[in-house]
Every structure is written in structure tokens, then in C-alpha cells.
């Protein structure tokens, strides 16, 4: 695609609930990141894939978290049993995992009530 | 792990003027810098970038700085617009493209019509 997608762009939820964000990198890059900016703060590392590598998952703030990245493409966030402090902005990056700056998508609003 | 502290918070500047915006980073290691601009609502996007083999780089009214011994690095806005009104990011890296970014905590710009 032109861009980097994500998916929802909002998402309300439960506390307790799980929920699963999306992320669609730009084509033929081979990076993907998962980014959280709450609200007024500046961007929280949280995983990171390259290629066929093991992820960098050392962002993760607790086993609630994980990600999947299924055929070197799209990106699956997933946080368990939803907490209040989880309500954020995820934002996913992309870029060519050989040199290249790193792309934005819009991110998902996760709001938990 | 690598920190990035950057100053100010906040700057307000006249439409016209100058706008520098600071940060300083704690591993030497680090060998890539880039700025984002996140407008209200928007994804960050990448304005400029600069890489540890140059010391200053330089697009239209964007300028930016890199002084490796002292760990520090700027961003220098010049005739400042008021669409120049945005939240700025710096960043830093160990590598081009294929390695995590650490973000200083964002500096809101506002342009005084």
C-alpha cells in the first residue's frame, strides 16, 4: 500500500476484555514497530520485528502484551485483559530493514472504560 | 538503555522568527537522529533526519544540528509559519532503519500569527 495502515482507528473497550490491533506496513518493508503514546507524552517503544529474526520485545510492559507477525507482513497487537492505564494511542511503523527512516501509521485509539 | 531528554516543553515563537528546539542523548552508540512533526490527531512524520557521519543537514527552512562529542543534537525552524504549529519529536537510534528508536518527550510549537 501507499502507507502504513492500522486498524481500528478506535477501538472502546471493556475493562477486563482483550482486544487486537492491526497494523498493514508499507510494502517491501522488512521492519515493523509497535509504538504507545498516551496521552500529551511522546512515543513508548514496544516491540520490534525484522524479518525472520526473533522480535525485540524488550518494550513490552507486561505479559498482557504480545504481538505476531504472520508471513513478514502484517502485525497483530494484542493485549489481554485490558486494564485503564492500557488507554493510549498504538502507533505501528515501518521501514526497510537495510537502512531507510521509519513511516507512521495513524494509530488506534484504545480506550478502556 | 539509550535516553533522549529534549528541551523546551513548549516554545512560542512569532510568525517569522526563528524556533530551536534541543536534545542530548546518553549512548554513544547511537548513530541516527531524526525529527517528527505530529500535528493534532495526526501520525508523526518524519521532517528530517541526520546520521552521525555529517554534522548538519539541511531542507528549505529546516535545519539540523549534530555535535557527537557532546551528545547533542537540534532542530532550527527559520521563518517560522504558522502551520509550522506542532508537536516536534526528536529521536534516536544505533542504527539506520533496522533498530528501535528512543524519543525525547516532545516539544509543542506554537507560531504567533
Known amino acids: 500500500g501507499a502507507g502504513v495502515s492500522q486498524s481500528p482507528s478506535n477501538k472502546v473497550t471493556e475493562k477486563g476484555k482483550d482486544v487486537e490491533l492491526r497494523c498493514d506496513p508499507i510494502?517491501?518493508?522488512?521492519?515493523l514497530y509497535w509504538y504507545r503514546q498516551s496521552l500529551g507524552q511522546g512515543l513508548e517503544f514496544l516491540i520490534y520485528?525484522?524479518?525472520?529474526?526473533?522480535?525485540?520485545k524488550s518494550g513490552l510492559p507486561s505479559d498482557r502484551f504480545s504481538a505476531e507477525r504472520t508471513g513478514g507482513s502484517v502485525s497483530t497487537l494484542t493485549i489481554q485483559r485490558t486494564q485503564q492505564e492500557d488507554s493510549a494511542v498504538y502507533l505501528c511503523?515501518?521501514?526497510f530493514g537495510t537502512g531507510g527512516p521509519e513511516y507512521f501509521g495513524a494509530g488506534t485509539r484504545l480506550s478502556v472504560l | 538503555g539509550e535516553n533522549v531528554e529534549q528541551h523546551p516543553s513548549t516554545l512560542s515563537v512569532q510568525e517569522g522568527d526563528s524556533a530551536v528546539i534541543k536534545c542530548t542523548y546518553s549512548?554513544?552508540?547511537?548513530?541516527?537522529f531524526p525529527w517528527y512533526k505530529q500535528e493534532l490527531g495526526k501520525r508523526p512524520q518524519l521532517i528530517i533526519d541526520?546520521?552521525?557521519?555529517?554534522g548538519e543537514k539541511k531542507d528549505q527552512r529546516i535545519a539540523v544540528t549534530l555535535n557527537k562529542t557532546a551528545k547533542h543534537f537540534s532542530l532550527h525552524i527559520t521563518e517560522t509559519q504558522p502551520e509550522d504549529s506542532a508537536v516536534y519529536f526528536c529521536?534516536?537510534?544505533?542504527?539506520?532503519?533496522?533498530?528501535?528508536?528512543?524519543f525525547g518527550t516532545g516539544t509543542r510549537l506554537t507560531i504567533i500569527p
Open positions: 511503523a515501518s521501514s
Open positions: 520485528f525484522q524479518g525472520n529474526s526473533a522480535p525485540d
Open positions: 529521536a534516536a537510534s544505533k542504527s539506520f532503519g533496522n533498530e528501535k528508536l528512543t
Open positions: 510494502s517491501g518493508h522488512t521492519a
Open positions: 541526520i546520521r552521525s557521519n555529517v
Open positions: 549512548d554513544s552508540a547511537s548513530n541516527y
